[in-house]
């Protein structure tokens, strides 16, 4: 799995989603996989790119509202 997130960080270098610039459906799945993470023993630390990904994510408002919605966010 690690190998594959690398791949996927790789793939977030200089874009702001994973399809450039512009937010597409597969942003929010991989913002909920990466959700996940930490539940299945996960480590995304060294992966700069979705790390600042998940920083931008969680700043949009739908995500905000939907996050709070299911007690992940206070």
Known sequence: ?????????SQLAGK????????????PYLFT????????GIDLSGLAH???????????PAVQTAMKEEGLLK
């Not at 702001?16 to 942003?27: I, K, Q, R, T």
């Not at 996989?33 to 299945?40: E, G, H, L, R, S």
């Not at 979705?50 to 949009?60: G, N, P, Q, V």
């Open 1 to 9: 799995m690690q190998s594959r997130l690398k791949w996927v960080d």
């Open 16 to 27: 702001s989603y994973l399809m450039g610039d512009a937010f597409s459906v597969a942003d």
């Open 33 to 40: 996989v990466t959700n996940w993470a930490p539940f299945v």
């Open 50 to 60: 979705i790390a600042a990904f998940r920083e931008r994510m969680t700043a949009r």
